[in-house]
C-alpha cells in the first residue's frame, strides 16, 4: 500500500469485518437492555460509516491526477457525524416530563466515529474506544444501578377514597421517611369496590434516600386508612 490513494481487497475486507464486530459489541449491549437501536441496527451504522470513509478515502483515486480537481478524503465523513443526528432523535422519546432514549442514541454517534476510524485504518483508537464505551455502557451501568439507583425518579401511585386528611397522612410519613416529594397529580377515579363511593388516584413523583426505603412506604401507605391501592416504579428518566 505504498500509494496513499490506493487499497487492496484484502484490507477493505478486514476494515468492513472489524466495523462489523466492533458495532456489533455495542450493539449488542444496547440489545440486551431492550433499547429501541440494537444489534442490528449499530452494526448498520459502523459498516456505513467505515464504508463510507473508505469511498472518501479511495473512491476518488482515479481523479487524484487531474489537474483541476482537489480530493479531500474527509469531506464525506464529515456528513456522517451530522447526518447521524436523524437517527439518534429517533430514539429519544419526550413523554411529557421525562427523556429516555438519550444513551442509545449516544452510542449510535460514537458508532458512527468507530466506523469511520476503522474505514481509515485507524485501528487502535476504534478498538480502545469500542472498549470504553462497553465500559461505561455495561459496568458503569451495574456501578449506577447499584450505588446511585436510590435517587432516581420514581413514581409513587395512591388510589384512595376521596375523605379528608387522606393527602396529609401520605406526606407525613413520606417526610418521615425522608422521602423526597417532587411532584403531586391527583385525578378522579372510579372504585371497582364501591362504584357510590368517590376515589381519587394520587401520583407522587419521589426520590428516596435508599432502595431499602421503598418496602416500608410501601407497607406505611397501604396502612392508612383509606387506601385502596399503591404501586410504586422508576420512572424513565
Same mark, same amino acid.
Given at each position: 500500500?505504498?500509494?496513499?490513494?490506493?487499497?487492496?481487497?484484502?484490507?477493505? *475486507?478486514?476494515?468492513?469485518?472489524?466495523?462489523?464486530?466492533?458495532?456489533?459489541?455495542?450493539?449488542?449491549?444496547?440489545?440486551?437492555?431492550?433499547?429501541?437501536?440494537?444489534?442490528? =441496527?449499530?452494526?448498520?451504522?459502523c459498516v456505513g460509516s467505515a464504508l463510507v470513509m473508505l469511498l472518501s478515502m479511495y473512491g476518488f483515486s482515479a481523479f487524484v491526477n487531474e489537474v483541476n480537481v482537489r480530493i479531500d478524503p474527509s469531506r464525506l465523513a464529515a456528513q456522517v457525524i451530522s447526518g447521524i443526528g436523524f437517527l439518534g432523535a429517533g430514539t429519544i422519546i419526550f413523554n411529557g416530563r421525562s427523556i429516555t432514549g438519550l444513551t =442509545?442514541?449516544?452510542?449510535?454517534?460514537?458508532?458512527?466515529?468507530?466506523?469511520?476510524?476503522?474505514?481509515?485504518?485507524?485501528?487502535?483508537?476504534?478498538?480502545?474506544?469500542?472498549?470504553?464505551?462497553?465500559?461505561?455502557?455495561?459496568?458503569?451501568?451495574?456501578?449506577?444501578?447499584?450505588?446511585?439507583?436510590?435517587?432516581?425518579?420514581?413514581?409513587?401511585?395512591? *388510589?384512595? =377514597?376521596?375523605?379528608?386528611?387522606?393527602?396529609?397522612?401520605? *406526606?407525613?410519613?413520606?417526610?418521615e421517611k425522608k422521602v423526597d416529594i417532587r411532584k403531586i397529580a391527583m385525578e378522579d377515579q372510579k372504585s371497582d369496590r364501591s362504584p357510590d363511593m368517590k376515589v381519587i388516584q394520587l401520583t407522587f413523583y419521589v426520590t428516596v434516600p435508599k432502595p431499602a426505603v421503598i418496602i416500608s412506604v410501601l407497607e406505611g401507605v397501604n396502612k392508612i386508612i383509606g387506601v385502596e391501592e399503591v404501586v410504586i416504579e422508576k420512572s424513565k428518566v
Open positions: 500500500m505504498s500509494n496513499p490513494w490506493v487499497i487492496d481487497q484484502l484490507h477493505v *475486507t478486514i476494515r468492513l469485518f472489524l466495523a462489523l464486530l466492533l458495532g456489533g459489541l455495542i450493539g449488542f449491549e444496547r440489545e440486551v437492555s431492550s433499547h429501541a437501536a440494537g444489534l442490528r =441496527t449499530h452494526i448498520l451504522v =442509545t442514541a449516544a452510542s449510535l454517534w460514537v458508532v458512527a466515529g468507530i466506523g469511520l476510524a476503522v474505514g481509515a485504518g485507524f485501528y487502535y483508537p476504534a478498538v480502545l474506544a469500542c472498549m470504553m464505551v462497553l465500559i461505561s455502557l455495561w459496568i458503569l451501568n451495574k456501578v449506577e444501578h447499584k450505588y446511585f439507583s436510590g435517587k432516581k425518579l420514581r413514581i409513587l401511585k395512591i *388510589t384512595a =377514597t376521596d375523605q379528608p386528611g387522606i393527602l396529609a397522612s401520605i *406526606t407525613a410519613l413520606l417526610d
